[in-house]
């Protein structure tokens, strides 16, 4: 299934960056790994639910992203001076997972891209039933 390779990329950068946060002295840096760890998260979830398709020219350049950030964060807890090198890293990697399911509906339906569109969905489907 195409999305375990998404995932499991995903799950393996995230992994790295943790193991980098915690080895960061920068209060700045570590702050801004945060950012990208919570990031990549988000992304993780809506990989979850979408259906991929692994012929797709953004599916190979999300794959490649994810496993040169996953290499630089393992290099980087050799040496925290690359920790900046990776924050780069993770914003263009979580971009190029972005554009892969942008415009994916997954599973559930278009709603599930914005959980704000589907709490209000949910919230009005539930007064009708009610009412």
């Not at 990549?40 to 040169?68: G, M, Q, Y």
């Not at 690359?82 to 554009?99: S, Y």
Request: a positive charge; proline letters at 1%.
């Amino acid at each position: 299934m195409s999305n375990d390779t998404i995932r499991k990329h995903l799950i393996d950068a995230i992994n790295e960056m943790s193991k980098l946060l915690e080895l960061s002295t920068d209060s700045n840096q570590k702050f801004e790994l945060r950012i990208k760890i919570r990031e990549l998260f988000h992304r993780l979830d809506r990989v979850i639910i979408a259906s991929l398709n692994p012929a797709t020219a953004e599916f190979n350049d999300a794959i490649e992203s994810l496993k040169e950030l996953t290499n630089q964060a393992k290099e980087a807890q050799v040496n925290l001076g690359k920790t900046i090198g990776i924050i780069n890293k993770a914003t263009k990697a979580i971009q190029k997972v972005e554009k892969l399911v942008k415009n994916i509906a997954g599973v559930m339906g278009s709603e599930v891209t914005d959980s704000g569109i589907w709490q209000k969905t949910f919230f009005s489907a539930i007064c009708k039933i009610t009412s």
